[in-house]
């Protein structure tokens, strides 16, 4: 992809801003195939001419656009994690991380997935739930010292990632049928986190069977 040159001028700036609100605005309206050089420019009230000195053509803006959103999510989720105060008990901490996989997570998933089928990647597909449970994770275990599990690098990531599924699945069975009770499936993903993180024993190796919660 061609990235689009740098404005210099605070009307050059203003112009590719425009160009690229328009070509969001379209792709949301219409997916990709309403992304037309012309629509786009209408949109922006600018000129087929200005598109050209930014972009070499509609792929060369979904490209752009992919990156934008992508980078947009991953922002909103950084602000997320950073914005709010981690310094609370492991149930609390816990409790916090389940709502945001249940809830934020899913909406930034589908967006860094859509903005991904934009275009054919010149690179893998990224793997959109990494980033958010490595962050969590390590928020988890600042409370380390609450967690029973024998490996708790490892335990909190196992929890974290079926959480992340967990979420996923019935979000997917949920879209031919009645909407999940939200309050009682956040519940359950609660008590499963706490239990695999505290109430394991570190010596005999007894565990929690993780999968009750489909029992």
């Given at each position: ?70 980078a ?15 310094d ?13 996989l ?9 967006r ?5 089928r ?23 275990l ?23 599924g ?50």
């Amino acid at each position: 992809m061609q990235k689009p040159k740098p404005p210099k001028q605070n009307r050059s700036r203003k112009t590719l801003e425009c160009i690229v609100s328009a070509g969001l605005a379209l792709l949301e309206e219409g997916g990709p195939d309403a992304v037309t050089v012309q629509a786009v420019v209408a949109r922006a009230g600018s000129s087929v001419g200005s598109f050209y000195a930014r972009f070499r053509g509609k792929d060369d803006l979904l490209a752009h656009l992919r990156q934008h959103l992508c980078a947009s999510v991953e922002a909103e989720w950084s602000e997320t994690l950073e914005g709010s105060s981690w310094d609370e008990s492991l149930p609390a901490v816990a409790a916090r991380a389940v709502d945001l996989l249940l809830d934020l997570r899913p909406r930034c998933d589908a967006r860094v997935r859509a903005a991904e089928r934009l275009v054919a990647a010149d690179r893998e597909d990224p793997q959109p739930g990494r980033d958010a449970i490595e962050g969590l994770a390590a928020r988890l275990l600042e409370r380390r010292h609450e967690i029973s599990h024998p490996d708790p690098e490892l335990a909190v990531r196992i929890a974290l990632t079926a959480v992340l599924g967990i979420g996923e699945r019935f979000r997917n069975e949920t879209q031919t049928a009645e909407a999940v009770d939200f309050a009682k499936l956040r519940a359950e993903c609660l008590q499963l986190v706490l239990s695999y993180l505290t109430d394991r024993s570190s010596g005999d190796g007894s565990s929690v069977d993780f999968f009750d919660v489909w029992g």
